[in-house]
């Protein structure tokens, strides 16, 4: 039967950082051992002193705790205190290397001991001798600021202290970006270029000697802060070189260009549109998109817009966007296009749905010659909405659907009023869904 838990020792004294065992053992009422009932084992003051469950102290701030033993509802206990153990020594070691590259860091890690060379887990403080060459953060990590040394990085803990000596030296340049990233220049101009260098860190550097050269000197010449100066028509290679590293960008050189003006249209249409100058032709400006024609000065320039529907799909319509008169370089004049003309005239476009196996026609009778719209047959293979090109709205306009075979009218013809209101602005859709039986 237990009688009693005896633990050695009774008191334990610890410095902070240390541990030390505690034995338990649980006697019977006749004196011998018990070995098959578990100890177990608390403290008062974790904070103070934390024990394992194998009965090991461990000093974790100065102060004083109970640990206790107890086993069968038999316990004893030990009476703990615990100090600050002074440190007889730090040694400091580097992680890696006491050769530093400007950008690159490297681990400082410090192991205190007391006089009986037991580690203890205190907080060093670190410094650095030289700053401006190797910077120390709070918890040991060892920068390189600038090229030097030998710089002594120190630890200290209540007065002891333990060194390590690192010296820093340049990383290597590892990328050099010029801007800009290229240049068309005219004969006579210059452009000012600029190197930035990124040592093997990714940090940029700015202590280091860019040397510019050009590959084709009669084309362009730099001076060596990188100034370019075009000298006759062709290209070459501006070339800026540090510590052996290269990179370089196109410099081209052009005679003077041709003043030029831009036309800016906003087209609204579904269709693309030609723009037509003093009755030229001189660009297009995509379906539903804002494009821009660039064209050479000129005294005065009538500009106008003209869409031509393929086959019959609609009138070829036309109309004025403007007159401009001595437009200066780089000027850009603006526009709109859209389904209502300048004299009020307006146009749609039909979207038709849904036609199903039997085939159909349509046909718009309002334009200059009024014909079959013979691209206007669709059938059960092709259900996606049917776009028929622009034409001219009035109040009386119909939309005229016949039955056909093999594109020949049938049927009786049924005609279908687009009214004005239905009219989508700007782009002029009006959507019709026609359902046909077989």
Not at 128 to 152: E, R, W, Y
Not at 289 to 312: D, F, N, Y
């Amino acid at each position: 039967m237990p009688d009693r838990v005896v633990v050695d020792p009774i008191t334990l004294a610890l410095g902070v950082g240390e541990a030390r065992f505690v034995t338990a053992r649980l006697i019977a009422v006749g004196g011998e051992v018990i070995t098959n009932i578990p100890l177990s084992f608390t403290t008062s003051a974790p904070t103070i002193a934390a024990v394992s469950t194998t009965g090991e102290v461990f000093g974790v701030a100065p102060g004083t705790a109970t640990v206790t033993a107890t086993a069968a509802n038999k316990s004893a206990t030990v009476a703990v205190t615990v100090t600050l153990s002074p440190p007889a020594s730090i040694t400091v070691t580097l992680a890696h290397t006491e050769l530093l590259k400007v950008s690159d860091t490297v681990r400082a890690t410090a192991v205190v001991r007391d006089a009986q060379g037991n580690v203890l887990l205190r907080q060093v403080t670190w410094t650095t001798s030289d700053p401006t060459v190797a910077l120390v953060t709070p918890d040991g990590l060892v920068l390189g600021i600038s090229p030097g040394g030998p710089v002594v990085i120190t630890a200290t803990v209540a007065g002891t202290t333990g060194t390590a000596v690192v010296a820093v030296i340049p990383a290597l340049i590892a990328n050099i970006i010029i801007t800009p990233d290229s240049a068309n220049l005219v004969i006579g101009s210059t452009v000012q270029f600029a190197a930035q260098i990124q040592d093997e860190f990714g940090i940029p550097v700015t202590d280091r000697t860019v040397t510019w050269s050009s590959f084709v000197p009669e084309v362009a010449t730099v001076s060596a802060t990188g100034l370019v100066t075009a000298v006759s028509i062709g290209s070459t290679l501006l070339i800026a070189t540090v510590e052996g590293i290269a990179r370089q960008v196109v410099v081209r050189v052009t005679a003077v260009p041709v003043a030029k003006f831009r036309i800016e249209v906003t087209n609204y249409l579904r269709y693309s549109i030609d723009i037509v100058v003093n009755g030229v032709p001189v660009g297009s400006i995509p379906a539903s998109s804002v494009g821009i024609v660039e064209r050479p000065l000129l005294p005065m320039g009538t500009i106008t817009w003209r869409l031509t529907p393929a086959g019959t799909q609609g009138e070829t319509i036309t109309d004025l966007l403007g007159t401009v008169v001595n437009p200066v370089q780089g000027s850009t004049f603006a526009y709109v296009v859209d389904n209502v003309l300048n004299n009020g005239t307006t146009y749609f476009l039909p979207v038709i749905r849904n036609i199903s196996t039997s085939k159909v026609l349509l046909d718009f009778p309002v334009r200059t010659n009024p014909a079959f719209c013979e691209d206007c047959i669709s059938s059960f293979e092709d259900p996606a909405p049917k776009i028929f090109g622009y034409w001219k709205l009035t109040p009386a306009t119909t939309m005229d659907l016949y039955r056909s075979t093999d594109g020949t009218r049938t049927g009786p013809k049924i005609s279908i009023a687009v009214p004005a209101a239905e009219v989508t602005p700007l782009t002029g859709e009006w959507q019709y869904t026609i359902l046909v039986g077989p």
